[in-house]
């Protein structure tokens, strides 16, 4: 199965400041990643599928880039509900698989 | 307004079977693919399997063996059955929907509140 590392592990910023997170599989799933926002309590709420395209209702100050390994979500000007835990998950094969989350911190 | 609520016991005894029920409104069930995910602190997130209306189902190898997903679509729900559990089974429950018609996404677009199954000896 794909493995999927993200990193940093936590994120100590600033409302105001931007977020940058990294997701790397262990083999090329083309664009086929999304991204999730979990806060505590809740379930996960998608923010980007297939890399770049933001889900319904997401603000544009989420974007995601990223094709092959490498694949990055930015959260620009973070909001203070922009606090939370960042997940990506890979389609690309069967099963699929989410990363093990950056926590974005105050 | 698309919903999904999972329901069914919160503890389960070892080496026995867990049953969920995730009923669904706002959106039929004769359409999408329909997922259930856990999530425990020791293995992070993790997918399950899927369904479709049609009643193909696709589940997660590590699971296979244990696992059956169901679908009732005159009540607009969709059940998982996991059965032998252990502690190693103790998550929070998630049912999902991915949003492709005819064929799977892959990305979840709604979820379930989510809901604790403790698994007890």
């Known amino acids: 199965e794909i493995v999927l590392t993200q990193s940093p592990a936590t994120l100590s910023l600033s409302p105001g400041e931007r977020a940058t997170l990294s997701c790397r599989a262990s083999?090329?799933?083309?664009?086929?990643l999304a991204w999730y926002q979990q806060k505590p309590g809740q379930a996960p709420r998608l923010l980007i599928y297939?890399?770049?395209n933001r889900a319904t209702g997401i603000p544009a100050r989420f974007s995601g880039t990223g094709s092959g390994t490498d694949f990055t979500l930015t959260v620009s000007d973070l909001e203070p509900e922009d606090f939370a835990v960042y997940y990506c998950?890979?389609?690309?094969?069967?099963?699929?698989?989410f990363g093990g989350g950056t926590k974005v911190e105050i | 307004q698309v919903q999904l609520q999972e329901s069914g016991p919160g503890l389960a005894k070892s080496w026995e079977t867990l049953s969920l029920t995730c009923s669904v409104s706002?959106?039929?069930?004769?359409?999408?693919?329909w997922n259930w995910v856990r999530q425990s602190p020791g293995k992070g997130l993790e997918w399950i399997g899927y369904?479709?209306?049609?009643?193909?189902?696709t589940y997660n190898p590590s699971l296979k063996s244990r696992v059956t997903i169901s679908l009732d679509g005159s009540k607009n729900q969709f059940s998982l059955r996991l059965t032998s559990v252990t502690a190693a089974d103790t998550a929070v429950y998630y049912c999902?929907?991915?949003?492709?018609?005819?064929?799977?996404?892959?990305?979840?677009?709604?979820w379930g509140q989510g809901m604790l199954v403790t698994v007890s000896s």
């Open positions: 999902a929907r991915d949003p492709g018609m005819g064929t799977a996404r892959g990305h979840f677009d709604y």
């Open positions: 083999q090329s799933v083309s664009t086929y």
């Open positions: 297939d890399a770049s």
């Open positions: 998950q890979q389609r690309s094969n069967w099963p699929l698989t």
């Open positions: 706002g959106s039929s069930i004769s359409s999408y693919y």
């Open positions: 369904i479709y209306y049609s009643g193909m189902s």
